[in-house]
């Protein structure tokens, strides 16, 4: 929640469409990705790149990627 003066503002997550996540794939090594357990980013089922997701948007970049065996996903 950000605070601007007296006034909070919460800022509502979108969940990634389930039809967009069939179609999406690792620019690393072509594999699923999962929507991660705190749903802020998008994880590779192989490699364990986590893709992070910024206003709504995943974005798929490899420069952007971190690498997380550990970060659980969304089943």
Same mark, same amino acid.
């Given at each position: 929640?950000?605070?601007?003066?007296?006034?909070?503002?919460?800022? &509502? +997550?979108?969940?990634?469409?389930?039809?967009?996540?069939?179609?999406?794939?690792?620019?690393? /090594? &072509?594999?699923?990705?999962?929507?991660?357990?705190?749903?802020?980013?998008? &994880? /590779?089922?192989? /490699?364990?790149?986590?893709?992070?997701?910024?206003?709504?948007?995943?974005?798929?970049?490899?420069?952007?990627?971190?690498?997380?065996?550990?970060?659980? +996903?969304?089943?």
């Amino acid at each position: 929640m950000k605070k601007y003066g007296n006034i909070a503002l919460r800022r &509502k +997550t979108m969940a990634i469409d389930a039809q967009l996540l069939e179609i999406l794939a690792c620019p690393k /090594c &072509k594999t699923d990705i999962k929507l991660t357990a705190d749903e802020k980013g998008l &994880k /590779c089922v192989q /490699c364990h790149r986590v893709y992070p997701i910024k206003d709504d948007i995943p974005v798929m970049l490899l420069d952007e990627a971190t690498i997380e065996p550990e970060r659980q +996903t969304k089943d």
